[in-house]
């Protein structure tokens, strides 16, 4: 996968884009600022009216609870508003985020992506390093362990010729200490390898995960610089719509399909690194 098949940059489409999702912010953090002391609000005067009601008598009710009654009822009435309202600037926020976001989010895949690959990369060198130091270790200890063979023969005999007090040989007590030291480095070489193992058996499914997030990215890069190109000409374009929705030729002013020549298709693929069928 190639990581920048195209420059990042914005334009009037993005600046649009951003203007309009930093006003719907803006009104959608007053909406909801509104929300919550209206909800303070409705909860306050709703503990009041039914402290006033369970104060009251059963048959009838005063004009303070009438009164209570209905301003906890009006209050009511202003949340589920402004529930309303928020939910209505949420759904039309929604749909700008990923726009909005997209370069940022796209340098930010780039980036995570590259850093697994070099990751990968760097983990499996390590392991081949391991690999190599445990394979000239393994020949040490069968080196010393064949030379401690020989010297125990030797001391063997030596021990049933003696007569009197018998030393261990220096160099059987020498390769022995060699022996236990390479075996606990061997062991401490093997713990090592697996940790690498381990982390090595998670990263496929870590780079396809962000092989397919950098592909959103992607998709959104390649939507807005699409937009970008189109403003310009988005007047032919709703000529052209107006026109053959005039001549019955087509159903839906707001759309005008186009057919893209399989030049261009493959010419796109090759630059995205996208091969046929994928």
Known sequence: ????????????????????????????????????????????????????????????????EKEASLAASKASNLVSSLESDVRSLMHRVSPLVSIVYGP?????????????QEHDRTTQAECERLEASMAKLTARIETVQARIATEMQTATQTLIDAEGDFAVPEALAKAEAELRLAQASMTDLQGKR????????KLPEALRSAERALEHSRATMAEIELHEALLPLMDLFARAAVARKV?????????YQIEIPFDNLEAARKALGVRTGD
């Open 194 to 201: 697996d940790a690498l193992h381990a982390k090595l058996a």
């Open 1 to 64: 996968m190639k990581l920048n098949p195209f420059a990042k940059k914005t334009g009037a489409y993005y600046a649009k884009v951003k203007a309009q999702y930093d006003d719907l912010s803006r009104q959608l953090d007053k909406a909801r600022d509104a929300l919550e002391q209206a909800k303070i609000d409705h909860d306050k005067k709703e503990k009041h009216a039914f402290k006033l009601n369970q104060q009251g008598s059963m048959y009838y009710s005063t004009p303070a």
């Open 247 to 255: 001549c019955n030729w087509g159903s839906n002013e707001q759309t």
């Open 104 to 116: 940022q989010t796209f340098e930010d895949d780039k980036r995570k992506l590259s850093e697994l």
